[in-house]
C-alpha cells in the first residue's frame, strides 16, 4: 500500500464523512411535517420576544484566548516531531527541547500573573 | 492507476486548486465578514490538500491544525470583536478595487521573484515521491548543525507574540 | 488495509480495470470504517441512558424491545418525523452544513484508529497530529452553529464553548506527545505495537489523566458541560436545531465519547493487544472493544456524578493547573527517557514484559514524585486560600480543616 494511497483513503474519508451523518437529515426532511409559521419560527428566547440585534460585540478576553490557543498550536506542532525522534536523539536534544518549552511556558506565567486568563 | 485518461493526482490537483482559489474568491466577494471567514477556511483546507500533493503531510496537518483549527477561530473571534460587522444584513463596503491592484502587484512581484527564477528548469520526473519525512524533521530540529537555532528563535518568538497580545488587550480593557 | 487490498486484487483478478478496482476498495473500505461508529452510536444511546438512569435510582428505557433495547431505533423513528424548523433570519447555508460537520469531525478520527493488526482505515505516518488536526473541525461547527442560528443564547454558548474546547485542546495535545515519545511514532499503529511489552498507562500515568480529562472536556460533559448550561444559555449553541439536525449534534457527542473510550485504549492500554491475536486478528477489535468501553463507562460514571463547572473555575483549572501540569510531565518524561537510555536500562525487545519492568518503574516512580509534588502544591494553595478569606471574614477560621 503506498503512501498516495493511503491519502487517497483519506480524501474518500473527507468527502463521505459528512455527507453520512447528512443523509438522516435528508430523510428527516423527507418524512417531517413541515408547517412553518411566524411564530414557530421566532428567535427562541424562553419566550420573551427578543429585543435588539443577535450579532453583539464580544469582549476582547476571546481574543486573548484564542491568541494563546494559537501560540500553543504552533508549540505542539513543533514539538511533535521532536518527540516522533526523540528516543534516537541524545540529551543535546533534550535541553533543545527544553529550552524551546521553558520560554513558551515563561509566557504562560506571565499571562497568568496578569491576570490575562481569569474569566471575568 | 487511471479514471477515464486522468491520474487520481490531477483531478486531485484540480480540485484542491478549485477549493483553493474558490475559497480565496468567495473571500474577496462576500460582503459579510464571517461568510467570508468560512470561505477561508475553504481555501485554507484546498491548501492542506495541495500539501499532500507536494508530499508534505506534516505541512497539511499543520494547514488543517494551525490555520483552520486556530487562526479559523481566531479571525472568527477578531470579527466579533468588531462592532456590527457580523451582521448579516449589514454590509461593509469594500474598496475593491484598490485591494485588487495591490494585490495583483503582490502576486506579479511573487511570479517574478520566487517562480520566474525556476520556471522551466522543473520537470515533473523531478518531483520527490511522497515518503514519510516527519522524523527526519523532528532530528533536524534540535540537530546543532541544522535547524536548532530558529527551532529555540521560534519559541522567543511565540513568548513575545503571547506578551504583545496581553498587553494590547489591557490597554483596550482600559481605555473602555 | 490488507483487506483493501486483497479485494483490489480479488477485483482486478475478476477483470475489474485496476484503477476502479483500487477506488472501489477504498470506497468500499471508508464506508465500512466509516459506518462502524455511526452502527456502535445506535447502540451507545441505550447505554447511555440506561447507565446514567441506574446512577440516577431509576430504571431507564424498559418498554420498547427486551430490557428497551429497541429504544433507540424507536427514537430515530420519533425524531425522523419531527418537524426541522429554522429560525427566521438563520444563516441557512452555514446552518445547515454545521450538523454533519459535528458528526463528521468525529467519524474522521476512526480513519486512523487501529481495529485489529489487520484491519485499520490507513497507517498514517502523522496520525496522532491527524487526529488532533481533524478534532479542531468538531471545534469550527459549534462556532458555525452559534453564529448561523441567530440567537443571542446560541451565540454566546457557542463562544463559551469555543473558549472552553481550544482551552483544553492545550493539555490534551500536550499530553498526547508522551506516548508519541514512548513509542517513537506518531502513528496509531505504531503507538499500539509499541505496547507489546507494557501499557502505556503504567509508563505514563499522569499523561492518560491529562488526555482523559482533556477528552471529557472536548466532548462537552459535566463536569465541563457549559455547552448546555441550561440556567444560564437555555439550551447552548444548539438552541434553534430542531428534528433530525438537533439529533445529529448529540449523536457527535455520543460517538465522540466512545471514540475517546477507543483514544484511550490505543494509546494508553495497548489498542487491540491481548491473548490470542496473533491466532485470530478479528480478536483483536474484541479486545479494543472491551478496553474502550472501559474508558467509556468511567467517562459516563464521571459526567453522571459530577456537578457542572462555573465558566471561570473550568477555565482558570486548565490554565493554572493542567497546562503548567502537562508541560512539566512533558519534561519529566523527556528527562527520565534520556535518563534511562544513559543508564542502559532501554529493553532490547521492546515487546518483552520482562525487559520492560526496569523502564517502566523509572517512569513510574518518576510520575509518582510529580503527583506528590502537585498534591503538596495544591495542599498549601488551598491552606493559603483559606487562610486569605478567612481574613477577609467570608468564612470561619478553619484550623480543624488540612491541619
Redesign the interface.
Known amino acids: 500500500?503506498n503512501?498516495l494511497?493511503?491519502w487517497?483513503?483519506?480524501g474518500?474519508?473527507?468527502l463521505?464523512?459528512?455527507?453520512?451523518?447528512?443523509l438522516?437529515?435528508v430523510?428527516?426532511?423527507v418524512?417531517?411535517?413541515?408547517?412553518?409559521n411566524?411564530i414557530?419560527?421566532?428567535?427562541?428566547?424562553?419566550g420573551v420576544e427578543?429585543v435588539g440585534d443577535?450579532?453583539?460585540q464580544?469582549k476582547v478576553q476571546?481574543y486573548v484566548?484564542?491568541l494563546i490557543?494559537l501560540v500553543?498550536?504552533v508549540e505542539?506542532?513543533l514539538?511533535?516531531p521532536w518527540?516522533?525522534?526523540?528516543?534516537?536523539l541524545?540529551?543535546f536534544a533534550?535541553g533543545a527541547?527544553?529550552l524551546f518549552?521553558f520560554l513558551?511556558?515563561d509566557a504562560?506565567f506571565y499571562?497568568?500573573g496578569k491576570d490575562a486568563?481569569?474569566?471575568? | 492507476?487511471?479514471?477515464g485518461g486522468i491520474t487520481?493526482e490531477a483531478f486531485a490537483f484540480g480540485l484542491f486548486t478549485i477549493l483553493t482559489l474558490g475559497g480565496a474568491l468567495g473571500v474577496a466577494l462576500n460582503r459579510n465578514l464571517?461568510?467570508g471567514a468560512?470561505w477561508l477556511?475553504v481555501s485554507l483546507f484546498g491548501m492542506a490538500g495541495l500539501f499532500v500533493l507536494l508530499s508534505a503531510?506534516?505541512l497539511a496537518?499543520?494547514q488543517?491544525?494551525v490555520y483552520?483549527?486556530?487562526i479559523?477561530?481566531l479571525i472568527?473571534?477578531a470579527v466579533?470583536l468588531t462592532r456590527s460587522m457580523?451582521n448579516?444584513r449589514e454590509r461593509f463596503t469594500n474598496q475593491w478595487w484598490m485591494s485588487a491592484i495591490v494585490a495583483g502587484l503582490f502576486f506579479l512581484f511573487l511570479l517574478l521573484g520566487v517562480v520566474a527564477p525556476v520556471w522551466g528548469s522543473l520537470s515533473p520526473d523531478q518531483a520527490p515521491a511522497i515518503v514519510?519525512t516527519?522524523e527526519q524533521l523532528g532530528v533536524s530540529f534540535v540537530d546543532g548543525n541544522q535547524f536548532v537555532l530558529p527551532f529555540e528563535v521560534v519559541s522567543l518568538l511565540l513568548t513575545a507574540a503571547i506578551i504583545g497580545a496581553i498587553v494590547i488587550a489591557r490597554h483596550q480593557e482600559e481605555e473602555e | 488495509?490488507d483487506c483493501?487490498?486483497n479485494l483490489s486484487l480479488c477485483l482486478r483478478h475478476s477483470g475489474v480495470?485496476?484503477?476502479?478496482a483500487?477506488?472501489v476498495s477504498?470506497?468500499l473500505?471508508?464506508?465500512l470504517?466509516?459506518?462502524f461508529p455511526?452502527l456502535v452510536t445506535i447502540l451507545l444511546i441505550w447505554v447511555e441512558r440506561k447507565f446514567a438512569a441506574r446512577i440516577q435510582d431509576r430504571i431507564g428505557p424498559n418498554r420498547v424491545g427486551p430490557f428497551g433495547l429497541l429504544q433507540p431505533l424507536a427514537d430515530?423513528v420519533k425524531?425522523?418525523?419531527?418537524?426541522?424548523?429554522?429560525?427566521?433570519?438563520a444563516?441557512r447555508p452555514?446552518y445547515?452544513?454545521a450538523?454533519?460537520?459535528?458528526?463528521?469531525a468525529v467519524?474522521?478520527i476512526w480513519?486512523v484508529i487501529p481495529l485489529s493488526p489487520i484491519h485499520y482505515?490507513?497507517?498514517?505516518?502523522?496520525g496522532?497530529?491527524?487526529f488532533?488536526?481533524?478534532a479542531?473541525?468538531g471545534?469550527?461547527s459549534v462556532?458555525?452553529a452559534g453564529?448561523a442560528s441567530?440567537?443571542?443564547?446560541a451565540?454566546l454558548g457557542a463562544?463559551r464553548v469555543?473558549?472552553l474546547l481550544?482551552?483544553y485542546?492545550?493539555p490534551l495535545?500536550?499530553a498526547l506527545?508522551?506516548p508519541?515519545?514512548l513509542a517513537?511514532?506518531?502513528s496509531m499503529v505504531g503507538i499500539t505495537e509499541a505496547q507489546w511489552g507494557m501499557w502505556f498507562v503504567f509508563m505514563a500515568p499522569i499523561a492518560a489523566f491529562l488526555f482523559f480529562i482533556g477528552s471529557q472536556a472536548e466532548t462537552g460533559r459535566a463536569p465541563f458541560d457549559l455547552i448546555e448550561a441550561e440556567s444560564e444559555l437555555?439550551a447552548g449553541f444548539n438552541?434553534?436545531y430542531s428534528?433530525?439536525?438537533f439529533?445529529?449534534f448529540f449523536?457527535?457527542e455520543f460517538m465522540h465519547v466512545f471514540t475517546n473510550g477507543v483514544l484511550m485504549a490505543v494509546l494508553f492500554t495497548g489498542g487491540w493487544i491481548g491473548p490470542f491475536v496473533g491466532e485470530l486478528p478479528l480478536i483483536g477489535l474484541v479486545w479494543l472493544m472491551a478496553k474502550a468501553s472501559v474508558w467509556y463507562i468511567i467517562a459516563l460514571w464521571v459526567r453522571n456524578t459530577l456537578p457542572r463547572l462555573r465558566?471561570?473555575q473550568v477555565?482558570?483549572f486548565n490554565?493554572?493547573f493542567l497546562?503548567?501540569l502537562s508541560?512539566v510531565n512533558?519534561?519529566v518524561t523527556?528527562?527520565l527517557?534520556?535518563v534511562i537510555?544513559?543508564a542502559g536500562l532501554?529493553p532490547a525487545d521492546p515487546g518483552n514484559f520482562v525487559q520492560n519492568i526496569p523502564q517502566t518503574l523509572v517512569l513510574l516512580v518518576g510520575n509518582l514524585v510529580e503527583f506528590g509534588g502537585v498534591l503538596i502544591m495544591l495542599r498549601n494553595r488551598g491552606r493559603r486560600e483559606r487562610i486569605a478569606d478567612a481574613a477577609k471574614g467570608l468564612s470561619a477560621p478553619v484550623h480543624a480543616v488540612g491541619d
Not at chain 1, 463521505?16 to 447528512?22: E, I, M
Not at chain 1, 486568563?117 to 471575568?120: G, N, R, S, T, V
Not at chain 3, 441567530?150 to 443564547?153: C, D, G, I, L, R
Open positions: 500500500m503512501v494511497n493511503q487517497a483513503f483519506i474518500v474519508f473527507f463521505l464523512a459528512p455527507l453520512l451523518p447528512a438522516p437529515i430523510l428527516g426532511g418524512f417531517a411535517p413541515r408547517k412553518p411566524a414557530k419560527q421566532a428567535t427562541y428566547e424562553c427578543t443577535t450579532w453583539v464580544f476571546y484566548y484564542g490557543f500553543f498550536d505542539m506542532v514539538l511533535f518527540a516522533m525522534a526523540y528516543r534516537d541524545d540529551f533534550f527541547g527544553f518549552v513558551l511556558t504562560l499571562a497568568l486568563l481569569k474569566w471575568d | 492507476m487511471v479514471i487520481p464571517v461568510r468560512v477556511i503531510p506534516f496537518a499543520v488543517v491544525l483552520i483549527g486556530a479559523g477561530i472568527t473571534f466579533m457580523t448579516l514519510g516527519t | 488495509m483493501i487490498n480495470d485496476a484503477g476502479l483500487e477506488f477504498i470506497f473500505g471508508v464506508v470504517v466509516a459506518t455511526l430515530v425524531l425522523l418525523t419531527k418537524e426541522n424548523i429554522t429560525p427566521t433570519g444563516d452555514i445547515n452544513l450538523p454533519p460537520f459535528m458528526v463528521a467519524l474522521l480513519a482505515g490507513v497507517d498514517l505516518e502523522i496522532a497530529l491527524y488532533v488536526a481533524v479542531s473541525i471545534t469550527l462556532l458555525m453564529w441567530n440567537n443571542k443564547y451565540l463562544f469555543v473558549a481550544i482551552s485542546e492545550v495535545a500536550l506527545i508522551v508519541v515519545m517513537n511514532s506518531m437555555t438552541t434553534e428534528g433530525m439536525k439529533a445529529m449523536a457527535g465558566i471561570d477555565m482558570l490554565w493554572q497546562v503548567p508541560i512533558l519534561l523527556a528527562f527517557l534520556q537510555k544513559m532501554t
